[in-house]
């Protein structure tokens, strides 16, 4: 599977950003997708993840209320809609997809596949 995300930019805080990661390889019906990210001197984060039904999604306390984390599975394309964004949601931002239930869906160590960062940058 590789991974292509896209739609990172600059915006001001309170404003909106929708994120895309589209796939393609063997397969989609991943057991689950995840967006993950890095702000500048600190560790990756978990942001959200979404299982392969789309029915069952998980986001940290942080974003809760802000994003919303989707599938579309016949496009084969994940997304991030980020509302309400803040200075500190500024940060490179990674789509991953891991194909078992191994571990916590939370940690990027349990994640297979990875796509190269789009760049979020929310300015005061």
């Known amino acids: 599977v590789q991974l292509q995300a896209s739609g990172g930019g600059l915006v001001q805080a309170g404003g909106s950003l929708r994120l895309s990661c589209a796939a393609s390889g063997r397969t989609f019906y991943v057991y689950a997708m995840g967006w993950f990210r890095q702000a500048p001197g600190k560790e990756r984060e978990f942001v959200a993840h979404i299982k392969g039904s789309g029915l069952v999604t998980n986001y940290t306390e942080s974003v809760k209320g802000r994003f919303t984390i989707s599938r579309n599975n016949a496009r084969k394309t994940l997304y991030l809609q980020m509302d309400s964004l803040k200075p500190e949601d500024t940060a490179l931002y990674y789509c991953?997809?891991?194909?078992?239930?191994?571990?916590?869906?939370?940690?990027?160590?349990?994640?297979?596949?990875w796509g190269h960062g789009t760049l979020v940058t929310v300015s005061s």
């Open positions: 991953a997809s891991k194909t078992t239930p191994n571990g916590n869906d939370g940690d990027g160590q349990t994640y297979d596949y």
